[in-house]
């Protein structure tokens, strides 16, 4: 009776193994802030990270700083930037999907870093980016300390 229920639960895993793996779409970035140095953002300027490590399904484009979702699914991006003080005493960004801020991150005195990870529903063509929330303009560094990633944690179903 053993063997035939370890064979049976076998089969289901392998076959069920076999379904995810032909079903699942691998969606991931890993991008950093190469270049300047410091750079001193604009009100409400996108931060368009340049060092793009990881571009699985080429949702991101390093010229605008977007991820646009090539899958419909449940995402998990992470934004973390080093803040440098400058002319301002605070950096305050936020993590935007589709116009609409979905988190905060925020920094005061200088060499802080700002995180903020957020986990959202996504269909085909939403975008997410970081921009600089505040009415100043915050100095951020660049030389790989401020980075930006995501991933698909599961798609979504055609009928969901």
């Known amino acids: 009776m053993f ?3 370890y064979v049976l639960r076998y089969m289901y895993q392998t076959q069920t193994d076999n379904y995810i793996t032909d079903n699942l779409t691998a969606v991931g ?3 950093r802030l190469q270049s300047p140095h410091h750079l001193l953002l604009g009100q409400h300027q996108t931060v368009e990270f340049d060092d793009v490590v990881t571009n699985i ?5 390093y010229r605008h700083g977007h991820f646009t979702a090539p899958v419909a699914g449940l995402y998990s ?3 973390t930037v080093l803040f440098v003080a400058s002319n301002t005493n605070t950096m305050y960004l936020a993590i935007v999907k589709n ?3 979905v988190g905060h991150s925020y ?4 060499y802080d870093h700002g995180s903020r990870t957020v986990v959202l529903p996504l269909a085909i063509g939403d ?3 970081v921009r600089n929330n505040n009415n100043n303009s915050p100095s951020i560094d660049g030389a790989g300390f401020s980075t930006f990633s995501g991933f698909l944690i599961t798609p979504f179903s055609q009928g969901s």
């Open 107 to 110: 920094s005061i005195s200088g």
């Open 99 to 101: 116009g609409d801020i």
């Open 127 to 129: 975008m997410v980016w």
């Open 3 to 5: 063997r035939v229920s």
């Open 29 to 31: 970035f890993y991008c």
């Open 57 to 61: 399904g080429n949702g991101y484009d």
């Open 77 to 79: 991006f992470t934004s």
